[in-house]
């Protein structure tokens, strides 16, 4: 499906901008966005990647991804039946899912492509995405928060007298988004269209493993984690290290909550930015702490763990560069505005207005470029109005399913990607339907 939507994204710009002209704009926005790929968003991630990394290579190697996937036990079960419960990736998507949660782009990217090599590293087809890295990819595309901090800061900038209001609207419509993705995702991997391929089909330089080597192999896993949380009691001494350091971050989060609940009525939105300002503070000391009290010789590991980050950026390059040059050739030739003229009649129907069609279009395809358009809105259509609120609120309960989709899947050089970018789309639209219900019930009714 990949190979076709991208396909259709050249030639809809080329011919767009036969109708328009912007001959200019389409070969400006294609040199740009090949720059742009890897100058802004490549290597400025791969530093990040390695930070982050290096702390999940410590994590794991002390045995606090296994005691996160125990903790879960129940629930990744059930999303994810074919992976080993002790398996590093069931960390790694719990890390990535949090991260996610809170608002922590920088961090919840890295982790997300942690956990994709996780999952490759079970897959016995390596060209073919496997049903668990569908939904994995669907839970980060519906993009789950808690709370929509770019676009509460946009509205609070803007002078919106309660920038915090659509907390509640974005928390129903991307829980509704997320739901909609999980069930999708379940239900298109059961389609023949979808099905993974047969064992018999598989090359010979790929053969699908054998329940005793998959034996030999956890075990392995099991001997390299010899400090296993199971296995390790710290001492005394440890264990007051510890102490302490909890002890710290619970005067520094009393602090700042008080500071935070003084500027708002929200005690939900106080808990969630000091949680947010937090984390990685927290992560930063907790886990190299940990994993030293555990026995692990951390500076190692870590340098091992970073080293990461840099071969999966190189890997991620021609991907994005495939995916934003489509995306912006696109954009400049006027596809946006062309296919917004085309459904505006339609969509503001069903209760969208049509101003915020462009968003609607533009938030699957770039992240940057919709939250400038958003800014756009609200600056035109004031802070405080409905259609603010709604564009709001549909920022926050969808995401970049075509950047999402090109980034985790090109760290693992996955070339077929089956029901994920279905899934992603789909979602995207539940997560507009849910804003345009919620929003018209609190503010319209």
Known sequence: MINFLWLGLLLLGIFTALLTGQWEALSAAALESSRRAIMEIALPLSGIMALWLGLMRLAERSGLLEKLAWLLRPLLKLLFPEIPLHHPAMGSMLMNIAANMLGLANAATPLGLRAMKDLQSLNPHPQVATNAMCTFLAMNTSSLQLIPTTAIAILAAAGALHPQAIIGTTLVATTCSFTVAILTAKLLERLPC????????????????????????????????ATSWREHSFSGVGKLLLFLFFACFLYAFVKLFHQASAGSSSFFLGAINTFSILAIPFLLGFFPLYAFLSGVPVYEQFVEGAKEGFEVAL??????VAILVAIGTFRAAGGIDFLSQLLAPLLDKIGLPAQLLPLVLLRPLSGSAATGLFAEIVKAAGPNSYVSQLAGTILGSTETTFYVLAIYFGSVAMKKSRHALATGLIADAAGVAASIMICHFFWKS
């Open 315 to 320: 890997r991620i390059f021609p991907y994005l």
């Open 194 to 225: 979808f099905k993974l391929p047969l064992e018999a089909s598989l090359p010979s330089s790929f053969p699908a493993p054998s329940s005793s080597i998959t034996e030999e192999s956890d075990a392995s896993l099991r001997e390299e984690r």
